[in-house]
């Protein structure tokens, strides 16, 4: 009788809305805290993503929400499912507020993935949704050889070689490419993923260290007669590498593209010389991915570190320096003749703004230069950091076909 009476109120009180016990009621709680984390996060992202003026949030918006929409999208789902839950749990105003707010953070994350889904495709990509999901980070391959290519001052420079397999009869396109890292930091095996992707489509790279800068230690003067001894190493080692000596190209990401525009627009100029050894002749053309284009410019703006980076590189302001931030500035070096160029960046891009780039493009345009520059949709500094995402597999498809388009 007492059973049946329990039973009974237990019935009548759900059926009546009254309170649920107690580990029902923490469940509830954690819930909607959850959900409500999630959500707030999530907005900032996706509002960083389009809005990247806004304070904080611009900052990690764009680099989330640009390398990984689709992650964020199903972070987002999870989240309205814990607020749906909360919600009908017995928080209605508060789990509408949040389902609301995470229903539209995965509409407008994966708005994100579709723009960013179609510049892949219209740039010939391939797609790959499972290097979307897996390939967060650079993939774990090896190059071919490693060797070394200049000792300046005792100190060994090294080489990666990635190499596409050899065909009797023929020989592939090379680039020589120059790490990304403010001048002073990281080093040639961040290269990697474009290395082993590139050479696995047929063109052979060659990803470099060179001197890099340090407190008290300038390498304004040094890091680009180091891409230069790269670039006569490879011309000199062309034939044992199965490569096109007529189709070497020089080029790098962020500081590595500075150096690299800096380094082939000089050679063309006659403005450098090699310190030791033959003078190489200039790359046949030349790629800056998200670089710096004025490193006076980079010093005024003082985003993510560039200001430190400036003066690290040259030795101090360029106040102090004005001659040094010229001369290793391609901006400085702009004239009819250079190397055909590929000029990529972000359209949210904070330290290679999209409109210094596409500055030195109209620049390059005026005196004739060949020039062809691609602004990559919701994408930031580094944005192919994240080797399977959108914007990273567009950049390696456009940066193929342009070391590829002359054999065509």
């Known amino acids: 009788m007492t059973t049946s009476t329990t039973s009974t109120t237990r019935t009548a009180r759900r059926k009546s809305g009254a309170p649920a016990g107690r580990p029902v009621r923490i469940l509830r709680a954690v819930g909607a805290v959850l959900a409500s984390f999630l959500a707030f996060l999530l907005l900032a992202i996706v509002l960083g993503a389009y809005f990247p003026a806004i304070p904080k949030a611009g900052v990690i918006g764009p680099v989330l929400g640009g390398q990984y929409p689709f992650h964020i999208a199903l972070i987002a789902l999870v989240a309205t499912g814990l607020a749906v839950l909360a919600w009908r749990a017995g928080l209605v105003r508060w789990g509408r507020a949040v389902t609301a707010v995470t229903a539209l953070c995965t509409v407008g994350a994966l708005a994100i993935g579709a723009v960013q889904f179609q510049a892949a495709r219209s740039a010939g990509v391939d797609v790959s949704l499972g290097q979307v999901f897996t390939e967060l980070g650079y993939p774990a391959v090896e190059p071919d050889a490693t060797e070394t290519f200049a000792s300046p001052e005792g100190e060994p420079l090294r080489v990666d070689a990635y190499l596409p397999e050899k065909t009797p009869g023929r020989k592939s396109p090379a680039v020589v490419l120059a790490h990304a890292g403010g001048f002073h930091t990281f080093d040639k095996s961040d290269l990697r993923g ?16 060179y001197r890099l800068a340090g407190p008290g230690r300038p390498t304004w003067d040094k890091a680009p007669q180091d891409l230069v001894s790269a670039l006569r190493w490879v011309r000199e080692n062309a034939d044992g590498y199965g490569v096109d000596g007529s189709r070497i190209s020089l080029g790098g990401m962020s500081a590595g593209g500075t150096l690299a525009m800096n380094t082939a627009y000089r050679l063309r100029n006659g403005t450098i010389t090699a310190a030791d050894g033959a003078t190489p002749e200039p790359p046949a053309s030349v ?43 391609p901006t400085s070096d702009v004239r009819a003749g250079l190397p055909r160029t590929l000029l990529v960046v972000g359209d949210r891009d904070r330290s290679a703004r999209p409109e210094t780039v596409t500055g030195l493009g109209d620049a390059l345009r005026k005196q004739g230069v060949e020039v062809e520059v691609r602004q990559l949709p919701f994408a930031e500094h580094a944005f192919d950091d994240a080797y399977g995402s959108l914007t990273s597999q567009t950049s390696r498809q456009i940066l193929l076909d342009f070391l590829t388009r002359d054999a065509r």
């Open 287 to 329: 790629v800056g991915f998200y670089p710096g284009t004025d490193v006076a410019r980079m010093w005024e703006d003082d985003v993510a570190g560039t200001r430190e980076a400036a003066e690290m590189f040259t030795g101090g302001t360029p106040q102090q320096f004005p001659d040094r931030y010229r001369e290793v500035s």
């Open 194 to 209: 474009t290395g082993r992707w590139l050479a696995d489509h047929g063109v052979a790279v060659f990803a470099v260290d």
